[in-house]
């Protein structure tokens, strides 16, 4: 059997590294390792340095270059480290390299977000979609790392790498990626009869960036109990519940988050959770307007959905924590009337370019949440009346 990867341990202590390429500015590059150090504390590691190097093109051998490595093996030699995560995916050889030099166990983005997702897996479906995930990562890295997967008996050639024994450990693999396939589609299957049964409610789907309140507006528009935190991927498990505005009846359903660098192989096996997403009526896209860069994570939000297929149906755009974007931007000396001119600029911005479908509110406060209410179910209303035009009971 394969040996699984042992979660991070609660608060182990890591480093971060970052590659600063002539596609990306140093900026940028914090930004990510910004990111990254909330992907760690998400897994219950601490990032207590962070290192970058600026570089034509990563080295093949050991991604950073060797004065880099010998530096960061410096730092790590003698201190209570026991974790490197670099924030690009590595390959299979450049890990091994890596940790014969720095003597501690080296990841990469992908690595860590799988860690995040198999701790936060809770249902048969997402444990199977990341397990699968899992297996996609280990298989072009078998060569490179060879951690052995499954021993034959002792014996000559037992007790190394040897071609043959590689040979076995990706036959291993690749069993159970299709044994994982098989099973998660044997689950869509009974997904899709469910989502068959739920009729011809108007579906909605709550879509965004990781980390930017979907569940806590689920739990206000829906009176749910979803699990929401100020962590990453809070969320791995499609919720939906059946709500009802004003005597008109709709499915609300609360998705993965999406987030820049999101492995590929992990979004093409939740592509079946994605389908809540790409089977809805009406996205709700929530942004956290607090966020310094919540510009860019719309961006990726909205690539996300072209390439799901999904960014031509009606969207509703939810600006959420509006109580700390005003924190963040105003001072305590500045004007009532000089706040008020600033975020009426803002939200005239936003207005005409998402041509008057957006909404600006506080979902930790529940500030401005019937205007919100009003404006989904004037969508959901009009939906229905232009799917069902000669049906009324749906309408008072």
Partial sequence: MIEKKQAIQKEERAVIVGVITKDQTEQQVNEFLDELMFLAETAGAVAVKRFTQRLAHPD????????????????VAGRDISLVIFDDELTGSQIANMEKVLKVKVIDRSDLILDIFARRARTAQAKVQVELAQYQYILPRLRGMWSHLERQGGGIGSRGPGETEIETDR??????????????????KQALTQRKERGEFIRVALVGYTNVGKSTIMNLLSKSEVFAEN???????????????????FLLSDTVGFIRKLPHHLVESFKSTLDEVRESDILIHVIDISHPKYEEQIEVVNRTLQELKAFEKPIIMIFNKMDLYEANTFDQWLEDEVKQDILATMKQGWETKSQGNCVFISALEKRNIEELRKTILDKVA???KERFPYKTEFFY
Wanted: glycine share 4%; aromatic share 8%.
């Fill in 60 to 75: 093949r051998a050991t991604f950073v270059g060797k004065g880099k490595l010998e530096e960061i093996h410096q730092f």
């Fill in 171 to 188: 036959r291993i693999v690749k069993d159970k990626i299709s044994l994982l396939r098989k099973r998660l589609e044997d689950i869509d």
């Fill in 231 to 249: 962590k990453l991927f809070a969320t791995l498990d499609t919720t939906t519940r059946k709500v009802v505005f004003d005597q008109t009846p």
């Fill in 382 to 384: 009009q939906l229905y």
